[in-house]
């Protein structure tokens, strides 16, 4: 297993993701993902990058305010050109810290039609084709919706029906344990159906979304072993929220029998 660690929820000692890279490394962290770094030039942030020496795995598509509920515009009508400007900023980002996938978000809708669903497929679409051609991944997650109520994407089945209609080696799935088991659980069998269509795997515990060997719903041990023995080689990001200091709580990655 390879752990990445998630710069937007771990290392919190640092109050930007900028400082966060390095707290990253000293921690024995190989590689990391990210947000987008709203608010940091593709200078700074290739700076923090270089200077700690580490590989970074995934960034999220340009969002907008976080802060205010902003989670993208790939599903919003009349918005496909500013869709387009995001997703060019992110790859200028993305190719410049050499991140091999980029996670579109697709937005957050009170009411959802027809509508949405063709604009975020053609949005979907033009993205794939323009990932292939700077060969780089793109990955689409459903999102729980106790997590994050009205974000677009929240059904599985949905988005492998929408990988598969676009039949692109450039557009995946995003496999959040954390939201997988909120959404529909059944883990085992979902993860071996799910597997063909993974282009990048998350972790956390559920429902506290802390660290996968805090009191929850899921018994990593063994999610960790059946994602290997359904053939998952790739990084596994650790998006969870750590319950206390990020390096005390570090310690479940030895007691499972890994290491950084």
Excluded at 5 to 28: C, D, P, Q, V, W
Excluded at 204 to 212: D, G, L, M
């Amino acid at each position: 297993m390879k752990f990445c660690a998630n710069l937007s929820f771990m290392f919190t000692e640092g109050a930007t993701i900028i400082e966060r890279y390095g707290l990253a490394k000293e921690a024995g962290f190989k590689a990391v993902e990210t947000g987008f770094p709203l608010g940091f030039t593709v200078e700074e942030v290739k700076r923090a990058q270089e200077n700690a020496n580490i590989e970074q795995v995934l960034i999220n598509i340009k969002t907008g305010d976080v802060s205010k509920g902003e989670l993208g515009v790939t599903a919003i009508p009349g918005k496909e050109k500013q869709f387009k400007e995001n997703l060019k900023e992110t790859i200028n980002y993305a190719k410049a810290l050499g991140a091999s996938k980029i996670h579109i978000m697709a937005g957050k809708l009170n009411t959802v039609t027809e509508a949405n669903w063709v604009v975020y497929e053609n949005n979907l679409r033009y993205a794939a084709e323009e990932l292939r051609e700077c060969n780089k991944l793109g990955v689409i997650e459903p999102i729980n919706q106790h997590s994050v109520p009205n974000y677009f994407l929240s059904d599985f089945k949905q988005a492998v029906d929408i990988i598969k209609r676009i039949r692109s080696e450039h557009l995946k799935l995003q496999l959040d344990i954390f939201h997988l088991q909120h959404i529909c659980g059944d883990l085992s069998y979902n993860i071996k159906n799910l597997m063909p269509y993974v282009g990048h795997v998350q972790i956390a515990q559920v429902p506290s979304r802390n660290e996968p060997d805090t009191p929850g719903e899921i018994n990593y041990e063994y999610i960790l072993k059946t994602l290997e023995n359904n053939g998952y080689t790739d990084w596994i990001g650790l998006e969870y929220k750590p319950a206390g200091n990020t390096n005390e709580g570090l310690k479940w990655i030895n007691k499972y029998g890994y290491s950084l």
